[in-house]
């Protein structure tokens, strides 16, 4: 196993562990993760010695440990860019009364990374945090593709899309047209198509020429009712422009430390986690100072 192939198959692993607090098994995990179970319990028994995972001594189902929780912990304090992010998302919820969250994509599939819960009983807070979901189903998968190389997406996604198809889309080419419309209004929206009943409508996070997240708020779709979506998508766009802002600034803050010229710019697929950030947040949104 190559060492590159053996950094995927533990990253796979980890995100396929942290998708389930409750704790998994090793058949869970290879089935999840696509790994085969052989290679799945010599990386579960590697993090489990390194204390990243711990192993119920009966049952042997894994949890991210209390280790590695503390030592993110320490890294996404609230002047970081991933709790500016935070604070959009709870402000986004608050306004929308309803769940917001934000997405990165990991194809065929959206990963949700974080989420802030909407004041109802009945909304997609109650879903585990992080969790996989088909791209072509969900506010933020279109979203995210909208801005993607419709050739590359073709790539990745047809496979996956003829294994798994949508009603609402005739064939492949009917999908790629949706797409081409989200990227000219700027924002997507899924009506019963995740599941029957879930409304979300998402933007795409612009971090200079990227687009690494998208930003979404979701419900039920008696609340969020198709003539809330026009106002509900000029939040979510704002919200979004607000993280995007931040980011970018905050990795320019983080490539130059001194204002000076030549240094290279970390990628933009990364939560930059630098307390430098504070100040390019306040620049990128004199509001946060008020917070």
Same mark, same amino acid.
């Given at each position: ?14 995100? &396929? ?14 089935? =999840?993760?696509?790994?085969?179970? &052989? ?150 929206? =899924? ?6 009943? &879930? ?14 997240? =998208? ?24 919200? =979004? ?38 100040r390019a947040a306040t620049d990128a949104d004199p509001a946060t100072t008020e917070r």
């Amino acid at each position: 196993m190559s060492d590159i192939g053996l950094v995927q198959k533990t990253i796979w692993i980890l995100r &396929a562990v942290a998708a389930h607090p409750e704790g998994i098994g090793l058949s869970d995990v290879a089935r =999840a993760s696509g790994i085969p179970k &052989a290679t799945c319990h010599r990386i579960l028994g590697i993090l489990e010695r390194e204390g990243w995972l711990t192993a119920d001594p009966d049952s042997r189902r894994f949890r991210v440990s209390l280790g590695l929780l503390f030592l993110l912990g320490g890294l996404l304090d609230q002047e970081s860019a991933y709790g500016h992010a935070q604070s959009v998302l709870r402000d986004l919820a608050d306004e929308a009364q309803e769940t917001a969250g934000l997405d990165q994509l990991v194809p065929p599939s959206v990963m949700v990374v974080a989420q802030v819960q909407g004041p109802f009983l009945i909304s997609h807070g109650l879903s585990p945090v992080p969790r996989m979901l088909p791209a072509w189903r969900t506010s933020t998968g279109k979203a995210l593709l909208a801005w993607q190389d419709t050739e590359n997406i073709r790539k990745e996604f047809a496979e996956d899309f003829q294994d798994n198809p949508s009603e609402k889309f005739a064939d492949f080419d009917a999908f790629l047209a949706e797409l081409a419309t989200i990227r000219e209004r700027g924002y997507s929206v =899924a009506y019963n198509e995740l599941e029957e009943g &879930a409304a979300a409508v998402a933007a795409p996070v612009h971090v200079g020429n990227s687009v690494p997240y =998208a930003i979404w708020i979701g419900g039920p779709t008696y609340r969020l009712t198709q003539d809330r979506i026009p106002a509900l998508a000029e939040s979510v766009m704002a919200a =979004a422009a607000r993280v995007g802002r931040v980011l970018e600034m905050s990795q320019r803050a983080t490539a130059f430390p001194d204002g000076g010229a030549g240094h290279p710019r970390p990628t933009s697929g990364q939560l930059i986690t630098q307390r430098s950030v504070r100040r390019a947040a306040t620049d990128a949104d004199p509001a946060t100072t008020e917070r």
